[in-house]
């Protein structure tokens, strides 16, 4: 009997764009099962979910593939139905499709946090040069540059989104500058191909959050 893996993103379930991607490296033996703490709801509603003034701004995909921007304060409790949801429905494990950090998910059986992996991988790298972090929005800049120098690092941080074409000569140039020895795509929404075009350029080790979260998730199932 296949192991039931839970998938759970902030925005709308399927994810087309990256789930696939980690299924790959799941293997065929996974049966995966997603929920999205948007599901169901109206245009009205999801706008409703804006961020504060005071809140961490997230962004995440719709099912029809355009990205709307919502604070973790309001997505927070949704997100949390959704584990329970899922637990409920027998899965094995819970994967939280995001890399925002955040506080106070509760879960029975194993929930897998990608900012916690990121964190802990980054902390057991040595590399030449400032960690150089790419976040899908100007807006999520501040708040991107003052958590990873939170954990220790002096990140040059420069944006670029996962959901629409843009080229990212803007973030090319800013890790350029920066001396940038490594980069991070924080996002979850980020994929292979934009690995390959910033390893081309920079010459640099480049880490996918959904690819190294899919090959923990692979050992720990």
């Not at 150089?132 to 999520?140: K, N, Y």
Request: with cysteine; hydrophobic share 45%.
């Amino acid at each position: 009997m296949k192991p039931r893996l839970g998938m759970v993103t902030i925005g709308q379930a399927p994810r087309v764009d990256v789930v696939p991607e980690m299924a790959e490296l799941l293997g065929p033996g996974v049966e995966i099962v997603e929920r999205g703490a948007l599901d169901g709801l109206s245009g009205a509603e999801i706008a409703s979910l804006a961020p504060g003034p005071d809140d961490d701004v997230l962004v995440t995909r719709l099912t029809d593939g355009s990205a709307v921007f919502v604070g973790k304060r309001q997505i927070t409790p949704r997100v949390q139905a959704k584990i329970e949801e899922l637990e409920v429905g027998g899965i094995a494990m819970t994967v939280l499709l995001c890399t925002g950090a955040f506080k106070g998910l509760r879960a029975s059986r194993p929930l897998v946090e990608p900012e916690k992996i990121l964190l802990g991988v980054l902390r057991g790298l040595s590399f030449s040069g400032r960690l150089g972090v790419l976040t899908p929005s100007s807006r999520h800049v501040p708040q991107t540059e003052a958590r990873w120098r939170a954990h220790g690092f002096d990140p040059v941080v420069a944006a670029m989104s996962p959901y629409e074409d843009e080229a990212g000569t803007d973030a090319l140039a800013a890790f350029k500058a920066g001396s940038a020895g490594l980069i991070l795509l924080d996002c979850i929404g980020f994929r292979r191909d934009a690995r390959e075009a910033l390893r081309a350029a920079l010459g640099v080790p480049v880490i996918v959050a959904n690819l190294l979260v899919a090959r923990v998730v692979a050992e720990l199932l």
